[in-house]
């Protein structure tokens, strides 16, 4: 019984935790605006072309590492697994052996390929700082509102004026395509 509960705790734990990193990064994605004023306003002017290219490069690879990191949650959720978490997901097994998620295994999959790839380069820092960010902003915009329910309305409402119909297209169709990719490769 308790092996049973402790899965469930581990199941539940994990997409837990991951829905709010793969949130709070897609908010702090969706508002980089606000950052980007801050460097040109309070930086000096031969730092300022710095902080904005690497706010730029970071905002590129979480960008692109959100949706399959959502379409890996979502196939788990669907397959009643704990989701795997990209950013420490390729650190946590030995090269020799085989990765228990074939589609993450970068000699296996392209997308596991792509996976490594981002992680490598600037993921694994950029997705948490993203989260950590999107939580400030939405703390510093709402403040203790979070804590009531008509935080849950005025949220829906900010998330349909302030988020670019555009990028929650690319969002929600990048993630399908993970998804979909998923399902081709379990059929072969």
């Known amino acids: 019984m308790t092996r049973r509960i402790q899965r469930i705790g581990v199941f539940l734990g994990s997409h837990l935790i991951s829905g709010i990193l793969t949130f709070f ?10 950052a980007f004023q801050v ?12 902080l904005a290219a ?3 490069y970071s905002w590129v690879l979480t960008l692109l590492i959100l949706p399959i990191q959502a379409g890996m949650q979502i196939w788990s959720l669907a397959r009643l697994q704990p989701t795997p978490f990209l950013i420490v997901y390729y650190f946590r097994y030995d090269a020799t052996i085989n990765l228990p ?9 392209r997308i596991g390929l792509i ?3 981002l992680v490598i380069i600037g993921g694994l820092v950029a ?27 005025l949220f829906i409402q900010g998330l349909a004026v302030g988020t670019s ?21 379990r059929g072969r």
């Open 101 to 109: 998620h074939r589609f993450l295994d970068p000699v296996q999959s």
């Open 165 to 185: 119909a555009l990028f929650v297209t690319y969002f929600i169709l990048a993630s399908f395509g993970i998804l979909v990719l998923q399902w081709r490769r």
């Open 39 to 50: 460097i040109l306003l309070e930086v000096s002017a031969q730092y300022a072309w710095l």
């Open 115 to 117: 996976a490594v790839i």
């Open 25 to 34: 990064a897609m908010y702090g994605v969706a508002n980089v605006g606000l």
């Open 54 to 56: 690497l706010l730029l």
């Open 127 to 153: 997705l948490p700082v993203y989260s950590f960010y999107g939580t400030f902003v939405l703390i510093a915009r709402f403040g203790f509102t979070l804590f009531t329910f008509d935080f849950i309305i």
